[in-house]
């Protein structure tokens, strides 16, 4: 399968513990991008990368979260001391170069759910 | 007010009914304009593009009217696979990040 892919799926944690989710993009997309969707609402945008650098961030990314894409390859998202708040879908998305960020090739999701 | 409005759903129709999606958008800006479709539990996945001329593909039919910042989703002779969450999604000019309304969910009964 050559899409985006995300790990783990789902997340069960209990409030102020940590937890880290990794997005592997369709290999060559160099843009990735961090999206949350809560039931009933559309994914909202988190943070993206170009490559190695991380452009843009959302005000809803608050200190607690972090996200890395060190080689320009594979992203982590880091959520440090969870809230019950923080449960949600979060969802990954890739687009390559040419695209321009307009057509966005999302990954399965890893649901965390904080007890 | 939102940056991307969409109906609120849900959308019960009959297989074979038309049905229409509207979306209102807030910032003048924007320039690319998309449907998503969403399947229960699944992620989104771009259903078509809106062009300022309109377009067509198969049974879906979008619009964008810019002075009014409405786009709408025309779906002919709706089959039950057209069962989904209908997501209006909107890109403005220099950012590659995309605005997602709510969306509307689409049930297609037999």
């Known amino acids: 399968d050559t899409g985006v892919s995300q790990d783990p799926r789902h997340k069960i944690t209990k409030r102020g513990q940590n937890v880290t989710f990794r997005c592997d993009p369709i290999s060559e997309h160099n843009r990735l991008y961090w999206y949350r969707q809560t039931l009933g609402q559309g994914p909202e945008f988190l943070t993206y990368f170009q490559n190695e650098a991380q452009l843009e961030k959302s005000r809803l990314l608050s200190d607690r979260f972090s996200a890395e894409r060190p080689k320009g390859s594979f992203s982590t998202l880091e959520i440090q001391r969870t809230e019950q708040g923080d449960s949600a879908m979060y969802l990954c998305?890739?687009?390559?170069?040419?695209?321009?960020?307009?057509?966005?090739?999302f990954g399965p999701g890893t649901r965390l759910t904080v007890l | 007010r939102k940056e991307v409005e969409q109906d609120p759903g849900p959308f019960n129709v009959p297989e074979g009914a038309t049905v229409a999606f509207n979306c209102t958008y807030s910032?003048?800006?924007?320039?690319?304009f998309f449907w998503y479709r969403q399947d229960c539990r699944k992620e989104p996945k771009l259903l078509m593009s809106v062009y300022s001329s309109g377009n067509e593909d198969g049974r879906f039919t979008a619009q964008l009217n810019r002075a009014s910042q409405y786009i709408s989703l025309l779906i002919r002779d709706s089959k039950l696979s057209d069962s989904a969450t209908y997501l209006c999604?909107?890109?403005?000019?220099?950012?590659?990040?995309?605005?997602f309304g709510k969306g509307t969910m689409l049930l297609v009964s037999p």
């Open positions: 910032n003048s800006a924007s320039q690319s």
């Open positions: 998305a890739s687009s390559p170069r040419t695209s321009g960020g307009n057509e966005q090739f």
């Open positions: 999604v909107v890109n403005l000019s220099g950012y590659s990040t995309l605005t």
